[in-house]
């Protein structure tokens, strides 16, 4: 009796294992990963990955079709390069794709991922997006703050005229520009130790990018010990944390004296998120860290994406003489004529054309949250997805001449940067659509307007326009990788 039950319970079990290999084995046959190059032992496709991304992974896609998918040591990434695909991911399945990949940078600079960019989708994500919607980035936050962008371009426009008539290094002082109005704004004033913060914002999101040998293998414990990357993310987060925790001392001890820290004499981002917290009503509550987190989100897109699309932009005028003097005469007509309802019809245009061509962020980066099916192609649960933007504005099958700087391509037709349009996505779509997306027009339009306003502009003897090095460095931003150096002669 016992050899019979013995035997009948092993051949359940056997039955049962069995069942599941076929399973296994079915699945596995029916779930086909989308197409890409030839994978070699161990490093997958790492040998055919070159810096910028975007461009590399936009020529491989051309051979590949739009949706690709590349192993990248253990890691795999899914690329998707056409508006087609695009509008399923991010719209139609949304938020079947809003989740953020993880990685070793996001862990260290962000807090464990407790930002607004990089965190994972779901409760706390909303409540800090809401949270830093209604108190900073809303278009009534980003009338109210107008005054202090007004002053910051007064100090800009009057440091260009001291240095009027030689060489200026114009990429630094946008960058330096946007990013006092951005701490004015969210935590009442410039930071004490300044050059830090902006060097670690470069640094940092140069490394976000950047393929980490750690991120690679995950399964090799040893390289992640030894990895050079995290002890430098390590170093830089120590510098970030004395930075965040002076402003968070530097806000409570105002607190205590019943001082609001913004320079209106209310509260700033840092006091609203000070105060909710120790109110202790939301849903998630918050940590110092977690606001540190979502501070840092600010300080990169404040600074960054709007001094990137400044430069840019300025880079394009000075290569397209027709398209300066026509931005120029706008600009000049508009403020000179004592409007205060005035708008810059081309000079918006101009803008456009630049986030066409130069996005800040040309891959975005997603993660997918549970399997899907794309295409009959299968992309499994935590997959992460980079959709090239840059590719996709720069396609011949959307664009007329997509390479040409041309303004004008856009005065006959609606499209427009709002999300609908999937060839033209500079702030995304869908769920995690750029949230600063009137903050940084705000800062990039009033920034230009001023510099074309006050000055004409030419490159310095012996630089001609066209000879400008066009390439992109490797940061999050695509910045150009040489900063612009001009002089500027005032504008009688
Ligand atoms: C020219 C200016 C800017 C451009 C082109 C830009 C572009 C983008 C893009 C492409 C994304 C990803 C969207 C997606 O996943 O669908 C993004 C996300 C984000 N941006 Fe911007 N951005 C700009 C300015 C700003 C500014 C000024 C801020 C804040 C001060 C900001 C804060 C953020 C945040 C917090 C996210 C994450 C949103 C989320 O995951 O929910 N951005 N931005």
Redesign the pocket.
Known sequence: MLELFTTLTLSAIFAFLLNKWKKSQNSKSTKKPPPGPRKLPIIGNLHQISNPPFRCFRDLSNQHGPLMHLQLGESTAVVVSSPELAKQM?KDLDPGFADKPRSTAGEIMFYNYSD??ICPYGGY?SQM?KLCINEL?SPKMVRFSRSIRDDQLARLVESLRECSGRAVDLTEKILFNSNFF?CRVACGGVVEDNETLLRLILESTQVVVSFEVADLFPSWRIVSAMSWTRRRLKTMRCKLDKIMDDIIDRHRRNRLSGLGNSEFGSEDLVDVFLRVQEEGKLRYSITNDNIKAVLY??FI??TE??ST?IDWAMVELLRHPRVMAKAQGEVRQVLNGNNAEHTFKYLKLVIKET?RLH???PL?P?ACKDEQVINGYTIPAGQQVFVNIWAMQRDPRYWNDPEKFEPERFEDQSVDFMGGDYHFL?????K??????T??LAN?ESALAQLLYHFDWKLPGGVRAQDLDMNENNGVTAARKHNLFVVATPYK
């Open positions: 991010l607004i960019a994500w997006r980035l951005t989100d600010v897109g404040g994406t709007s699309t986030l996005p800040p962020a975005v997603r500079p702030f995304g779509t869908g995690r659509m750029c949230p600063g997306m903050f940084g990039v």
